[in-house]
């Protein structure tokens, strides 16, 4: 076998190949490599860059469609950079939110340490956080949601671990369970006796019966099981407290929401944003209240 001296396309240096291989790559077109390295060199179209952060200076490689008029080799340096060129507004130094505290605090921060932070937070004391809960419990004639305590939730959380845990250092039952995602279901008596499955629901019975409404509790839905949670006249009316909270929740609320737009049956749906810090049933509620 003869062999015959060709040329690297990529480095130039002489390597040799039989006649047959030779005339194979010029029927085929392709050209004489000495490695898989020069192969790679030489069919890559990559360009070595070097990085226009000049703190950096590192060297890079980059596809041609992806080379813009500045080309940095990370973000980092990229940031570095126009972070320079164009400076972010600054927060003016401001006092610490600390009463008994006069020190500047730069950036966006709202304490001067942590010292101070805790300081703030270490004005509650479980004994007066108790206190208050029992007040409120007093005042509203039941146990608190945590929504309607929200100047003393995120204390009790941080003294307690949790909401519920607090309310049962209250001495009061809580409105919730601890271990599962659903509500327990606290069966409870609205102001005109009509049994509720909750709180809420008591909430929006007693609006009701408060707006001289008459309406009727777990009115049934025709030729289904569900049940609407109130009816007046033709309209349905109901609580959807646990939206967006249990994937089989929503699948009944949309069975419902069908049913109802298909059958032509107007309903009204009420959410717990709608009773919660504060009763805002009006707009809701507004066509049953102007007949």
Known sequence: MTLIKVLCKACASPIYRDRGRINENIKLGHNFYCSRKCEFKYKTKRRILECDNHGCLKKFS???????????????????VNNHKFPKWKVPPRKCASNECGNLVSGGLKYCSEKCREGVRCRFTEKGLIETIQKIAH?????????????????????FGAWNTAITQAGLNPNRSHSQRMYKRVMTKAKDGHPCDSISEAIVDNWLTDHAIDHIKDFPYPTTHHKADWSVGDIFIEYFGLAKDSPRYDRAVAVKRNFCQKHNIPL??????????????EDKLRSILVT
């Open 62 to 80: 980059r596809q041609p469609n992806d080379i813009l008029a500045y080309n940095y080799c990370s973000r980092s340096c990229a940031a570095t």
């Open 139 to 159: 005042t509203l004639g039941r146990t608190p949601a945590k929504r309607e305590a929200t100047k003393i939730a995120r204390a009790c959380v941080y003294y």
């Open 268 to 281: 009204i749906e009420i959410y717990p944003g709608d009773i919660y810090p504060k009763v805002a049933l």
